[in-house]
């Protein structure tokens, strides 16, 4: 099932009215529900809404349990449907109610943040965090409908804009060329006309996942700066000031597994350095102490995606040639790493 993306709501009450649920219920934080809700408040007089509270730290089992006793509340039955409007915190978590409620009920995704749009809100992984790990608890649960208005995206900020940038970079750099030197010469901030960048986006990930939904083989591509990334995101999450959001440590994450790409399996220079000229125009920097490394190795070491104790990365023998399950030593790791400090002089 494709995501539908359209600049209007056409066919989401298309939808709604062939569908015949018995109850509605929306389920938004408190963003979401200040910013998006208004446009479709109009078009769905009956829903029930459900506001949580917003961000990472509530995409937990109290959150779950809220969203699961306001449903029992109001009477939702297993021809209820719930609807999630958020960024992907909401479509993580609503989801996982969802499919776990009743044993399960149909919900629908409309994706608010560019990250939601493009990743997050496509592909059937839904969960939540647990005893301080991420995406710890959760089922694979296909929502009944994806759909996409770019209008949502006015009242983003444009750091969470350039987070769900960096997984469209990602996309391209893992599967088209084209598509990946378009985003390259965009400049974020002027961007009006989201629509044909965001399908493209969709099309990619939707295809890689239709081909391996369970993440034995190709899938595991979308992984691409998600090794690196993932360690600087959990890395700097202590340090509140510094804090990475999930697109912007990705971002970082791709120019380092761009550089080993390049030292292990020959990817062209000229295609790292213009990653790495984007990320450092766009991005935040980072700062990176060389007896730091070891402590973001040892993160690296807890990844999901190891084998036999060693980290297993995905990189790239050219841009859309995905090499899977490269291992690298820690001495290849260390030298990624050092590029942060020259390239900021
Ligand atoms: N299931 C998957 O395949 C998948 C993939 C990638 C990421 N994720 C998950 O997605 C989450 C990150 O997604 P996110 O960046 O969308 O986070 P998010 O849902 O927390 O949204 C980011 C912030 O933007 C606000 N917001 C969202 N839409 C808005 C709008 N239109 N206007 C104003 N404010 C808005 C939210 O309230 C929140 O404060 C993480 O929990 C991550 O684990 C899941
Ligand atoms: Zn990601």
């Known amino acids: 099932m494709l995501p539908i993306i359209e600049n209007n709501f056409d066919s989401l009450m298309l939808f709604l009215a062939e569908s015949k649920y018995d109850r509605i219920f929306l389920l938004a934080d408190e963003n979401t529900k200040t910013y998006c809700y208004p446009l479709l408040q109009g078009l769905l007089p009956d829903a029930i809404v459900i506001e949580i509270k917003a961000g990472e730290k509530n995409k937990q089992l109290d959150t779950c349990n809220y969203v699961w006793q306001q449903l029992s509340e109001h009477h939702a039955s297993r021809h209820s449907l719930l609807i999630n409007l958020g960024g992907g915190m909401v479509s993580d978590l609503g989801g996982f109610v969802a499919a776990t409620y009743k044993r399960g009920i149909d919900f629908v995704n409309i994706p608010t943040s560019l990250l939601a749009m493009v990743d997050a809100s496509i592909g059937g992984k839904t969960g939540i965090d647990f005893k301080g790990i991420k995406n710890m608890i959760g089922v694979i649960a296909l929502p009944k409908l994806v759909f996409v208005h770019p209008i949502f995206l006015q009242t983003l900020t444009p750091r969470h804009i350039l987070s769900g940038y960096a997984e469209m970079l990602k996309h391209g750099m893992i599967a088209d060329p084209s598509y990946l030197s378009e985003l390259l010469q965009n400049k974020v901030s002027d961007m009006k006309d989201w629509a044909l960048l965001i399908q493209k986006s969709i099309e990619i990930k939707n295809s890689i996942v239709e081909q391996d939904p369970l993440e034995k083989g190709i899938r595991k591509s979308l992984n691409f700066g998600h090794t690196i990334g993932h360690a600087l995101e959990s890395y700097f ?3 509140e000031e510094n804090a990475f ?25 000229s295609d790292y350095k213009q990653l790495l000229q984007f990320v450092e125009n766009n991005y ?18 807890h990844d999901k995606k190891n084998i ?3 980290i297993a990365f995905v990189l790239l023998k050219d841009i859309a040639e995905v090499q899977l399950d490269v291992f690298c030593t820690k001495q290849q790791i260390q030298k990624a790493f050092s590029i942060i400090n020259t390239s900021h002089h």
């Open 308 to 310: 036999d104790g060693k």
């Open 237 to 239: 999450l202590e340090d």
């Open 284 to 301: 935040r920097p980072i700062k990176l102490l060389a007896s730091e490394y070891e402590t973001l190795i040892a993160f690296m070491n």
């Open 245 to 269: 959001l999930h697109g912007e440590a990705i971002a970082w994450g791709m120019v380092l597994e761009s550089m080993l790409s390049m030292d292990l399996l020959g990817m062209k220079e």
